[in-house]
């Protein structure tokens, strides 16, 4: 098969879809891969160090979209992208549709069979493509948040780990799982009194062994959310129902019972955000204020330290990508956690969160692939 990889551009996007690495693993495969020219800038890797992996580099990342049967990428495609796929293509890549009309109306009407990074899942429940970035994107939401609490960047001016004889900062962490935990530990590992509240009993009973008495845990309630935001210096958003919109956890009336100058970041901007009043932001303008309260809402937040997210994102996607370019369609067919990424195909939603949250009829993939 041939693979290709355009450079990046949504708005500081960094990372890169195949690392000389991945390309080294996809040649011995026998696939040939091409690369636009300057895709991997952003993680120090030149068009020398992709040409010595075995690939070949292009001017265009229109060369890219024509010459591939599979093109392997990190951000949803933006719209000049999507006028670019084609229906005999695969499209493997971050999608996150279910907020995203636009794009998902693109996608149908391409024909491509686009592979959802965010859905592919694993034998213990879990999203192996997604757990990286959730990794990254969750130990970053502290730095982050900490830096917007400061004075001269409009917070309230408290340090997460106060000093000795003053008390450290709240940091509520609203879900639990693999953001939520990440977060947790950096906050924890800065010193702050850290709560993090879930729907899952289980996930609190494992948060809660982890660790060992370092962290409040909290069971998920209007009320639970309520009390933990109005006495929080800075609230991590990390809510997931995989594939579906975010649902709105925190209000903009609650918003007036907080500290002035208190952070909310909001991680899960990427699936429409769980603060009534999150709207994404970029790593260029990366907050703003609502009602006295700072919000980072930053969509593509690992794209800030592209080098251990670009890498961390390969290690993940390069087994399924191998599949792909290995067996074409089939690999879908005969691997059911694969086959959970599958979004759209030959114009059809294939992915039921999508299909409800959009209004589409959901076609069933295994039929749709045999179609
Ligand atoms: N902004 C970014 O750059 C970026 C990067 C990576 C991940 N994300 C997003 O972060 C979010 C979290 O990802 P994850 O990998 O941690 O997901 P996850 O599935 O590991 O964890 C989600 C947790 O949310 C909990 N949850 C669901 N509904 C809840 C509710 N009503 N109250 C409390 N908890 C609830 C679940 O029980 C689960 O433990 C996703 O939206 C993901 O797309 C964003």
Same mark, same amino acid.
């Given at each position: ?89 695969? *499209? ?37 493509? *997604?757990?990286?970035?959730? @990794? ?25 780990? !106060? ?13 639990? !799982? ?18 993090? /509240? ?8 494992? *948060? ?18 309520? @009390? ?6 800075? /609230? ?6 995989? !594939? +579906? ?18 952070? *909310?970041?909001?991680?899960? /901007? ?13 790593? +260029? ?24 997210? +670009? ?16 067996? !074409? ?43």
């Amino acid at each position: 098969m041939r693979v290709g990889c355009p450079k990046e551009i949504k708005n500081h996007e960094y990372r890169v879809g195949l690392t000389p690495g991945s390309v080294r693993e996809y040649v011995a495969h026998g696939h040939s891969v091409v690369i636009e020219s300057g895709a991997g800038a952003g993680i120090g890797a030149d068009d020398n160090a992709y040409r010595a992996a075995g690939a070949q580099i292009v001017k265009t990342a229109a060369e890219v979209f024509t010459q591939s049967d599979m093109i392997v990428k990190v951000k949803e495609p933006q719209p000049s992208e999507w006028v670019q796929l084609r229906e005999d293509q695969i *499209l493997y890549t971050y999608l996150h549709l279910a907020p995203d009309a636009a794009q998902t109306k693109g996608l149908v009407e391409s024909g491509v069979t686009a592979v959802a990074y965010e859905t592919v899942t694993d034998d213990r429940g879990g999203l192996p493509l *997604l757990a990286p970035m959730s @990794e990254v994107a969750g130990r970053l939401a502290i730095q982050a948040g900490a830096t917007a609490l400061q004075k001269a960047n409009g917070g309230r001016g408290i340090l997460l780990g !106060g000093v000795p004889g003053v008390l450290p900062a709240k940091v509520a962490v609203i879900g639990g !799982g693999v953001v939520g935990l990440h977060s947790a530990k950096m906050a924890v590992g800065l010193g702050a009194d850290v709560t993090i /509240i879930d729907r899952s009993i289980p996930r609190l009973r494992q *948060l809660d062994d982890i660790f060992n008495g370092r962290v409040h845990t909290r069971y998920s309630t209007v009320e639970a959310i309520e @009390e933990e935001c109005f006495s929080a210096d800075m /609230i991590v958003g990390a809510v997931l129902i995989p !594939g +579906a919109a975010a649902p709105k956890l925190v209000s903009r009336e609650m918003l007036s019972g907080m500290k002035p100058g208190a952070v *909310l970041v909001d991680v899960a /901007i990427d699936q429409g955000g769980c603060f009534e009043t999150s709207k994404a932001t970029t790593h +260029a303008d990366p907050t703003y204020e609502v009602d006295g309260i700072v919000h980072y809402c930053v969509a593509n937040m690992p794209g800030a330290v592209p080098i251990t997210s +670009a890498h961390a994102l390969n290690n993940a996607t390069l087994y399924y990508g191998l599949q792909l370019a290995d067996k !074409g369609l089939k690999a879908l067919v005969d691997d059911p956690h694969l086959r959970n990424g599958l979004n759209v195909h030959k114009g059809r939603i294939t992915n039921h969160a999508v299909a409800e949250a959009l209004g589409y009829e959901m076609a069933e993939p295994k039929a749709a692939l045999a179609a």
